[in-house]
């Protein structure tokens, strides 16, 4: 806590305090000059091509949300962010810590993560999933294939998730937050100057969070401890190091919804309170980073920046849910899944970038180049389950009355002791890169880049009593190409061309037992991006088409291979394709906006529909207004969100689950009292819509009905 001693002393020191949600980021060692953000557009992103281009340079689409939109629409977790985000689905099917929410663009599962621009490759089937973002100043979404940057995943989109930095003026900030269902939320963030010249900077943010949910029996409850400081070492070379500390714990959640189906085929409707989930559930994560970077300056113009990070992400889940479809009168016919599940990580990411320009053709060029490296193993504890083992009917038992079970969550469960087995993954993944922006007139700019990515993925087990290693994975020299042109049509308006790469290994195996060969994604995209209002203001419209190979397809009444695995065929030919609308920033003094349209339609090569539970087309658009006159200090503001049709087409009934259209509106007010405290007011789901946030197998999980949020900041 030294850390936050200081830096409140530092704040009150300065006597020159800045409300801290006035800076996007510090600036690179090279000064100490305030970065601004105007509203809710960002200057500039490097998350697509490693390049300092603005969005409007940048030949792909990339949505930017600031810390300043994030606070408005007090969006606190990675998911609430991303709901935000146009083009970005979250199809949350299950609750908070469980492995049931999932991210989605132009027709893909998101995998790929960024922290302060250095990829994190998935460890398993760990993502970013339970991230709260009191530690970041923005999130960077760049949608479609983005493998310059990201080396190995899915073309989806990319997103980059952009840490706080110390500030050169002392500040303070607390929030409070109270609102529906017991939730109660309270955050400190202190940043400033730890010396009195300044060259010794930190920041720290302390959080504590818990809540009960509009689910019976379920309660969750978050810690986190972030801190980072800034030395320069010199007038151009700044170190930096930081710590994060994550602790998320949800009681008593299901790992799943509701069954969408009664067995005799009618729909469910259950009430929106029902929780599937054992009275005991746990489901808990836990994420610990330690990083530091070294970056230098140099007086022409060119910057080195060194990056390392270690990460351990854990988590151990014990839980109890109903599952299937049972009779209405009786409550027969449903299960019962029991599981533990324990993992411990380790991740460890390092990597080298340099950037800058130069003078060619009677423009100024600009150049990037770097190389990453990430290494990560995963240890597993081996339980009884019940996709496994002689007595696995144990874990999957038939329920007599899902009817009593439900009312009260009442179970007692088989056996959850360990067997003394472990099992687990390796992994390890590095490229270089290299990337320019040529221009060959005033008009007329190309980004070309390219990355060469190694990926090598193994696992391990003791089930014999020995360990016993299995390499699944092992791709060298893959070439990823990036290439895109942009042509000034007038001084603020742009239209782009691009193709985009990246590839990503999967685990479906051959009737040989080999994996299939890696996924490969491209992206085609066209587009027009304009600036209005000298910048204060951003609009783009894109039209794109992702083609995927080697599609892992089951082979039908294929026995099992030498693994034990069903295996499947790699096939070509699916296709998403579709369009996007974005508009962002200010519309005119004091007002503000954000929020586009995307439509997006993917079918496999014999023209079938894929991930029908994923809507093909979203609207999101959020707005506010400054007052002015006697009601200045009030904000207002409000949220529209609307989704297309969805269907679940696998259910054992042989019904298909459809869910309509759906419609929600949010409302906000945000009352500056004083120059340092002000207070907010949100009302979610004003019309209390009754719908689904995600549809799975046989499931769904409803969204959240009306609630409210009161906020509380005082600021110095």
């Not at 880049?449 to 190694?454: F, K, N, T």
């Not at 290994?505 to 209005?532: C, M, N, W």
């Not at 298909?656 to 009352?671: K, N, P």
Request: include cysteine; hydrophobic fraction near 35%; glycine fraction near 10%.
């Amino acid at each position: 806590m030294a850390i936050l001693r200081t830096a409140l002393a530092g704040a009150l020191a300065t006597g020159t305090m800045v409300p801290i949600n006035t800076f996007a980021a510090e600036p690179e060692p090279d000064s100490l000059e305030k970065i601004l953000v105007v509203g809710y557009v960002e200057a500039s992103s490097s998350t697509a091509t490693g390049l300092d281009l603005s969005l409007r340079e940048t030949p792909q689409s990339v949505t930017v949300i600031t810390r300043a939109r994030m606070d408005d629409q007090a969006t606190s977790d990675i998911s609430s962010v991303l709901k935000q985000a146009p083009g970005v689905t979250v199809n949350a099917s299950g609750p908070k810590g469980s492995d049931n929410i999932f991210y989605y663009s132009r027709g893909f599962s998101i995998s790929n993560f960024q922290i302060d621009g250095t990829p994190r490759p998935p460890l398993g089937d760990y993502l970013e999933l339970t991230t709260d973002m009191a530690l970041y100043e923005r999130v960077e979404i760049v949608r479609g294939a983005t493998g310059l940057m990201s080396g190995a995943g899915s073309p989806a989109a990319a997103i980059n998730l952009v840490r706080k930095r110390p500030s050169a003026d002392g500040q303070m900030s607390f929030e409070g937050e109270l609102g529906s269902y017991e939730h109660r939320r309270a955050e400190v963030d202190l940043s400033g100057p730890l010396n009195d010249s300044g060259s010794l900077r930190g920041r720290t943010v302390l959080l504590y969070q818990d809540a009960d949910a509009f689910l019976d029996r379920m309660n969750s409850d978050l810690k986190l401890i972030y801190g980072i400081a800034e030395a320069d070492l010199t007038a151009k070379t700044l170190l930096t190091a930081g710590i994060e500390y994550q602790d998320f714990v949800n009681n008593g959640a299901s790992r799943v919804g509701v069954p969408l189906f009664f067995t005799d085929g009618d729909a469910a409707h259950l009430p929106r309170d029902t929780n599937t989930g054992a009275e005991w559930n746990t489901l808990s994560h836990t994420t610990k980073r330690y990083f530091a970077s070294l970056s230098h300056s140099f007086d022409n113009g060119w910057s080195v920046k060194l990056e390392g990070e270690e990460s351990h992400p854990d988590y151990d889940e014990t839980f109890s849910y109903l599952f299937g479809p049972f009779d209405a009168n009786t409550g027969a016919g449903a299960y019962i899944a029991t599981a533990r599940w324990v993992g411990d990580m380790q991740q460890r990411t390092c990597s080298i970038t340099a950037s800058g320009t130069f003078q060619w053709l009677g423009h100024e060029q600009q150049l990037a180049f770097g190389g990453s490296y990430n290494s990560g193993e995963a240890r597993y504890v081996n339980f009884p389950s019940w996709w496994w083992g002689e007595n696995r009917w144990d874990y999957w038992a038939p329920m007599p009355d899902a009817w009593d079970f439900l009312d009260d969550g009442v179970f007692t469960p088989p056996d959850l002791a360990p067997n003394g087995q472990y099992f687990g993954e390796h992994l390890k993944q590095t490229g270089v890169y290299a990337a320019l922006r040529l221009k060959a007139t005033d008009r007329i700019a190309a980004v070309l880049g390219l990355r060469v990515s190694d990926w090598r993925l193994s696992a391990w087990n003791d089930f014999s009593g020995e360990v016993s290693t299995t390499t699944l994975t092992d791709e060298n020299n893959v070439l990823t190409p990036y290439a895109g042109v942009l042509v000034d049509l007038t001084e603020n308006l742009t239209a782009y061309a691009s193709y985009t790469d990246i590839f990503e290994p999967q685990s479906a195996e051959d009737p040989e037992g080999h994996r299939l060969d890696p996924l490969v994604g491209s992206t085609y995209e066209i587009g027009l991006k304009r600036e209005f209002r000298e910048g204060r203001l951003y609009a783009a419209v894109s039209a794109f088409r992702t083609e995927q190979d080697n599609l892992a397809v089951p082979i039908p009444d294929a026995p099992p291979n030498p693994n034990g695995n069903y295996p499947s065929t790699a096939e070509d030919g699916t296709v998403s394709q579709g369009y996007e609308l974005e508009v962002v920033g200010e519309l005119s003094p004091g007002w503000q906006i954000g929020g586009g349209y995307a439509y997006a339609k993917v079918e496999d090569a014999e023209g079938m529909a894929l991930l029908t539970q994923v809507p093909k087309d979203t609207l999101k658009v959020f707005s506010t207004y400054q007052l002015t006159g006697a009601l200045q200090g009030l904000r207002i503001g409000g949220n529209v969100r609307w989704q297309g049709k969805t269907f679940s087409n696998d259910g054992l009934t042989g019904e298909d689950f459809v869910q309509g259209s759906q419609f929600s509106i949010d409302l906000m007010a945000h009352y500056k009292v004083t120059e340092q405290v002000s207070l907010s007011l949100h009302v979610n789901n004003v019309t209390d819509e009754v719908y689904y946030s995600g549809i799975g197998w046989l499931s769904g999980f409803y969204e959240t009905p009306r609630n409210f949020l009161f906020g509380f900041r005082w600021a110095l």
